[in-house]
């Protein structure tokens, strides 16, 4: 398996993946629609080819002499999902669908979907949640369409096209097109600009957390496990003990940047508490899946990057680094359209 289509290759995840990937031999093509091109805040890996286009236009010329499939496009998180329901169904399930049937048409062998840990919503925060057996409560539009998705693309799963899905913790950590609109980073960014951090919650929520390299270092090892430890199978993407309530993570920035204040405003009840298991993927996968970041050591290496690019207050807070405002952005300028589709 050489050729690599990677979807939504211009995103944070996609930018850091197409690196990784190209690292270590493969040839990757990168498929976006370019929402988020021009948020580039430190010098990106270019792909060996680029196919600016939208999700929902693929067709098989698109897919020519692929041999896997990494699939992260998509309205990317919970707040995004909530712009326009119908759409974010159309892009994150209906054209996901669409995609895969032709990739399995076209003998395509492998697809990996990346998945979310929101399709568990609402839960006993006590109790750590794991793939198969615990129950599944996705509460915004994103976290159903993912979990639909999820479900109909293993029903596609046979000898010959080997699905597999990942659903990884939110993600820390930088990269080329930084997002300032997760947790950690944002505390991170915000302790490194203003030196404070605010917390719209008590700080009580659970939330698992994983470093970007060890997310596609779990992408990846959906290319190249076998088939038999892989297909029609689901995965939680963390690392052991890797659950932290969102005041955990304030204080453990507060510790490198003892400067910064944490200010818990009270303002909402953040009713998506969960803690998550990583033990199948920490067994099944251990030969091809290791991570090695810890939250202390993304932030050190965040923060050296945000000194050696001199990320700014505006850069944090802007559209550059957040991705409904960039959205909102491109409506306005009539780079999209009420769909969200290109003009």
Not at 3 to 17: E, H, Q
Not at 90 to 116: H, P
Not at 274 to 281: C, E
Request: include cysteine.
């Amino acid at each position: 398996m050489k050729n690599i289509l990677v979807t939504g290759n211009l995103g944070y995840i996609g930018s850091v993946l197409t690196e990784e990937l190209k690292s270590i031999g493969y040839n990757v093509v990168g498929f976006d629609i370019g929402y988020f091109k021009d948020c580039l805040i430190a010098k990106e890996t270019n792909p060996h080819k680029q196919i600016i286009k939208d999700l929902r236009d693929i067709d098989k010329y698109d897919l020519d002499v692929i041999d896997g499939i990494i699939h992260l496009a998509g309205l990317s998180n919970d707040p995004l999902g909530e712009l326009e329901k119908n759409i974010t169904n159309n892009i994150n399930y209906l054209a996901t669908m669409k995609f895969a049937n032709l990739s399995k048409q076209l003998g395509i062998k492998r697809f990996v979907y990346a998945s979310t840990q929101s399709l568990y919503g609402i839960s006993n925060s006590h109790e750590e949640l794991d793939e198969d057996l615990s129950k599944k409560n996705p509460i915004t539009e994103y976290a159903k369409s993912k979990w639909l998705a999820e479900i109909e693309l293993n029903k596609l799963n046979s000898n010959d096209f080997n699905v597999c899905s990942f659903r990884p913790s939110t993600v820390f950590g930088k990269s080329p097109r930084l997002r300032c609109d997760i947790v950690y980073n944002n505390f991170v960014a915000s302790a490194f600009t203003s030196k404070k951090i605010l917390i719209k919650s008590d700080g009580s929520p659970f939330r698992p957390v994983i470093h970007i390299k060890d997310v596609c270092m779990a992408l990846i090892a959906g290319l190249k496990a076998p088939s038999e430890l892989i297909a029609g199978k689901s995965f939680n993407v963390g690392i052991m003990n890797g659950n932290y309530s969102i005041k955990e993570l304030a204080t453990t920035v507060q510790k490198i940047i003892p400067d910064c204040d944490i200010q818990f405003m009270n303002e909402e009840n953040d009713p998506r508490t969960y803690k998550v298991s990583f033990n199948k993927i920490l067994n099944e996968l251990k030969d091809y899946y290791k991570p090695t970041m810890s939250l202390v050591e993304g932030a050190y290496e965040l923060i050296d990057f945000f000194k050696e690019i001199n990320f700014t207050k505006e850069q944090f807070l802007g559209s550059q680094t957040n991705r409904i405002k960039k959205i909102e952005e491109l409506m306005i300028n009539n780079v999209i359209n009420n769909k969200l589709q290109i003009r």
